[in-house]
C-alpha cells in the first residue's frame, strides 16, 4: 500500500504528482529500467506523442507481468530531449496513470543512448 504525501509547509507540485509517497513496512517493491518509444517488434514510434505513449504502454507492460498497475508506481523519473515535451510529456503521465499521483521528477537532457529517442522513463512500484 502507498500513502500519497502532500504538505502545505512546502511549495506544492507544479503537475499531477505528490511530493513524497510513503511506502507501507513489508511491501514488494519493483525498479522497472528506463523505457522508451519502441514496440514488440523493435519499431520507434515516429511521433514525439507516440513516443510518450509507447514508454507509457512499456513500463505499464511490466508492471502487469508483476501484477501489478499504476496505482503501484511511488516514483517517475522521465528524461527528454526536446523541453518543447514538456506538456506532452505531462499529459502522456497523467492519462496513464489513471489519477494515481506518484512523486515525480522531469529531466530535460542533451540526449540519449540513441539520438532517435526523445524520452527515456523508468519507475519504481510497491505493492
Known sequence: MVTYLNTDTAP???SNYSQAVEIAPGSRLIAVSGQVGVDLDGNLADT???QQEQTWRNILAILKSANMGPDNIVEVTTYITPKSSVAACRKARDRALKGAKPAST???ISGLADPA???????VAAG
Do not use: Q
Open 48 to 50: 514525439e506523442a507516440g
Open 12 to 14: 506544492p507540485p507544479f
Open 117 to 123: 529517442w526523445m524520452v527515456e522513463i523508468s519507475v
Open 106 to 108: 522531469l529531466l530535460i
